[in-house]
T-cell receptor, first 110, second 114 residues
Framework: GQNIDQPTEMTATEGAIVQINCTYQ??????LFWYQQHAGEAPTFLSY????GLEEKGRFSSFLSRSKGYSYLLLKELQMKDSASYLC???????????FGTGTRLQVFP | NAGVMQNPRHLVRRRGQEARLRCSPM?????VYWYRQLPEEGLKFMVY????????ESGMPKERFSAEFPKEGPSILRIQQVVRGDSAAYFC????????????FGPGTRLTVT
């Protein structure tokens, strides 16, 4: 079966750094994605990792270790608008479908 | 360049009625994906289509659900004889090619079955 685990909820303070972890056990792997989803809105793409290592994009970075089945999303200089759900998703093998975790709801406090 | 369009944004149906959800992909995109998000749950893949072809429908319930992406016009997700358990947000995503690094999501259709 396919299994993707993320913490359900996290809280952090404005200006701080937060790391959201994602572990996966899937039959085949062809890329890991992070999406941001504000309540009642569409998921928006944040990052994509297919090789081991760190991908940095502004305040957001994403890390992947394929041997450990592990990824994290790092958010720096947190802002109130970063309060949202963060979805980890894995693309399986040679397919095009994404398998999503249940998402991590992040609340940023002033 | 307009994003992925979905309509209606909200749809209310009584049990037993039919629901039709429409998705217009981004311009130049010929690959469409449908996902369902139940309350407090993650997105679940339903079906992947290209123009006039269903490529992967491994996530579609065996009965009452069907999808199409005709040569002209939007992709349609059709749910016949809706039941309360079909109440969910249905998201469509599109991409310009297979295994693109990003799928672009629409705003979703929130279906409520009363």
């Amino acid at each position: 079966g396919q299994n993707i685990d993320q913490p359900t909820e996290m809280t952090a303070t404005e200006g701080a750094i937060v790391q959201i972890n994602c572990t996966y056990q899937t039959s085949g792997f062809n890329g890991l994605f992070w999406y941001q989803q504000h309540a009642g809105e569409a998921p928006t793409f944040l990052s994509y990792n297919v090789l081991d290592g760190l991908e940095e994009k502004g305040r957001f970075s994403s890390f992947l270790s394929r041997s450990k089945g592990y990824s994290y999303l790092l958010l720096k200089e947190l802002q109130m608008k970063d309060s949202a759900s963060y979805l980890c998703a894995v693309r399986i093998g040679n397919t095009d479908k994404l398998i999503f975790g249940t998402g991590t709801r992040l609340q940023v406090f002033p | 360049n307009a994003g992925v369009m979905q309509n209606p944004r909200h749809l209310v149906r009584r049990r037993g009625q039919e629901a039709r959800l429409r998705c217009s992909p981004m311009k130049g995109h010929s690959h469409v994906y449908w996902y369902r998000q139940l309350p407090e749950e993650g997105l679940k893949f339903m079906v992947y289509l290209q123009k006039e072809n269903i490529i992967d429908e491994s996530g579609m319930p065996k009965e009452r659900f069907s999808a199409e992406f005709p040569k002209e016009g939007p992709s349609i997700l059709r749910i016949q004889q809706v039941v309360r358990g079909d109440s969910a947000a249905y998201f469509c995503a599109s991409s310009p090619q297979r295994q693109n690094y990003e799928q672009y999501f629409g705003p979703g259709t929130r279906l409520t079955v009363t």
